[in-house]
């Protein structure tokens, strides 16, 4: 069964850094397209990141693009979401997926993931 669990999340000022983890487990397989979610009171889950496991191209929304990065340790099973520069936008619950299944491009498309974690939450105040 797999299993994710994230962890944190919290509450920073307006130009503040976060660094979000998620522990994988349950799973095999090397090459494991992952990702970062989130989704604010009233919103709709958005996608916010998403890499493969076993490295290769990333891939943003354009409202983090070059604030946040998505990292993984594959001897640790976990998935990193560095957050800088972070803003009263941001605050959200953040999730953790995973997508089992081959695909040409990994990318924070919600309905291509299967699995998810409980969520963290970052709150971020102006």
């Known amino acids: 069964q797999v299993r994710l669990v994230e962890s944190g999340g919290g509450s920073v000022q307006a130009g503040g850094s976060l660094r979000l983890s998620c522990a994988a487990s349950?799973?095999?397989?090397?090459?494991?397209?992952m990702g970062w979610f989130r989704q604010a009171p009233g919103r709709e889950r958005e996608g916010v990141a998403a890499a493969y496991t076993g490295g290769g191209s990333t891939s943003y929304s354009d409202s983090v693009k070059g604030r946040f990065t998505i990292s993984q340790d594959n001897t640790k099973n976990k998935l990193y979401l560095e957050m800088n520069s972070l803003e009263p936008e941001d605050t959200a619950m953040y999730y953790c997926a995973a997508d089992m299944l081959i695909r040409p491009v990994c990318s924070p498309s919600e309905e291509n993931f299967a699995y998810w974690g409980q969520g963290t939450q970052v709150t971020v105040s102006s």
């Open positions: 349950g799973y095999t397989g090397s090459h494991i397209c």
